[in-house]
């Protein structure tokens, strides 16, 4: 195995996962493996510093291949390490993890802009207001979770400072039975009240938030090929 870099180079770093007990390491470019996990491209055999993975990498210790089959289902360090870098953990250098902390709480305002309304007069806030409320209110951002929920969270200990509720859409959908199955994972966090009818299509309404409006009907779409029908109530 060849050593493409130093160990304590800067733009180095460990991403972490746990898997059915079992850690496993692996050594990757610090920036390229922060942009490979926001745009899944880029090219993996530059991304890893090495092409093996490991228990404990400081130690050298190296995963045999059964172990990675038990954990991964597979021994190809590649897909292994694209899974690693994407759902497991990059210890970040702490000027990364504050970038990082940044661009996410931006992403959080934006979500409540968006998603959220005043309900004394309807109208969304103004970025800069949910910002000084969450300042305000104490809200702590974690680069590594997803916005929506650390979104929600932030709502609910603003709402001590500012009027604020979510701005949804209650959609009534009949998606027919050929995609019915398949649909149901599109809609089952924003379903409402649903209905199996006997010919085995669903008849359910949802409230999905208003920022994530364009990217339900998108995913809505692909799964039933523009078969569901859909009507805004």
């Known amino acids: 195995m060849e050593r493409k870099n130093l160990l304590d180079h800067k733009n180095q770093t ?15 470019d610090t920036g390229k493996a922060v942009e490979y996990r ?6 993996l055999a530059e991304i890893m510093i090495f092409d093996g993975v490991f228990t404990e990498y400081k130690k050298g210790v190296r995963a045999s ?23 497991g953990e990059l210890m970040l250098p702490m000027e ?17 802009v968006k998603s959220c309304v005043n ?21 702590k951002i974690d680069e590594a979770k997803p916005v929506e929920h650390q979104a929600l969270s932030a709502m609910r200990l603003i709402q001590k400072i500012l009027p604020i509720k979510i701005e949804v859409k209650k959609i009534m959908l009949k998606v ?19 209905e199996w009818l006997s010919d085995g299509s669903l008849s ?5 938030p208003q920022a994530n409006l364009i990217d339900f009907y998108a995913k809505l779409n692909a799964v039933t090929h523009g078969a569901a029908y859909a009507k805004e109530i």
């Open 38 to 43: 926001k745009t899944q491209k880029g090219n």
């Open 119 to 139: 309900p004394q007069n309807g109208l969304p806030h103004p970025a800069d207001r949910i910002g000084r409320a969450m300042e305000e209110a104490g809200v």
């Open 96 to 112: 990364h993890k504050a970038k990082a902390r940044e661009e996410k709480t931006r992403q959080v305002i934006q979500w409540l």
């Open 65 to 87: 291949k059964d172990e990675l089959e038990i954990a991964f289902g597979t021994s190809d360090h590649y897909e292994i390490g694209k899974k690693m870098i994407l759902e």
């Open 176 to 194: 027919p039975a050929n995609c019915a199955s398949k649909t149901y994972g599109v809609l089952k966090d924003f379903l409402m009240k649903e």
């Open 14 to 28: 460990i991403a972490r996962m746990k898997v059915k007990g079992s850690t496993f390491e692996i050594l990757v």
């Open 204 to 208: 359910c309404t949802v409230e999905v």
